[in-house]
């Protein structure tokens, strides 16, 4: 099996076993990974940091935005052709749904990059191993962003799509963190 098609089975097993558990539980774990990511150093010391909008399945993180926007300068990545531009997060006001039904600044002439701010980054992921590496959806806009912001990156993800190896090419950017309802790895 290619690497390739490794990771497209992981991405699927990862699918199947999202349907296995109910949106409450998935709500009560994302609470719960969210309470260890604002008690994380990382966190705390952060001025500006990255974060994303969840889509259903993900870590849900609509109420850490709504908590923290006003207390810390936060950005959400905006599909810009191939690669993320980090726009400002301003309440749920300043968002629109955008490329593949995800939840988005809006872009306005005044719309500037926060990445030169960012000190901090919350990334999703399909599936994480243990050696911290990450296996997005497959299309790289995540690790394009990687490779150009060297800011620490804290995987979210649930126990569930913790695995003790997934395949990892060149391209593919490590975390620095990873917190699952369970633990926290790194």
Avoid: H
């Amino acid at each position: 099996m290619t690497i390739s098609e490794e990771k497209q089975r992981i991405r699927k097993e990862i699918a199947l076993q999202k349907k296995q558990y109910p949106a409450e539980t998935l709500v009560c774990w994302s609470e719960q990974i969210i309470r260890l990511l604002e008690q994380s150093e990382l966190f705390q010391k952060a001025n500006a940091l990255a974060c994303y909008y969840a889509l259903p399945g993900e870590v849900q993180t609509a109420d850490f935005l709504d908590r923290w926007y006003q207390k810390k300068r936060m950005a959400l990545p905006v599909v810009q052709g191939t690669d993320l531009l980090l726009l400002p997060y301003e309440g749920k006001k300043s968002v629109r749904q955008g490329a593949f039904g995800i939840w988005e600044p809006i872009i306005r002439p005044d719309s500037i990059s926060l990445e030169k701010e960012i000190d901090l980054i919350i990334v999703p992921g399909v599936a994480f191993d243990r050696q911290l590496n990450r296996l997005g959806r497959g299309k790289g806009f995540y690790d394009r962003l990687l490779a150009t912001v060297n800011v620490p990156r804290i995987g979210i993800a649930y126990s569930f799509q913790l695995r003790d190896k997934i395949p990892a090419e060149t391209f593919d950017r490590k975390m620095d963190l990873l917190i699952t309802e369970k633990e926290i790895i790194g």
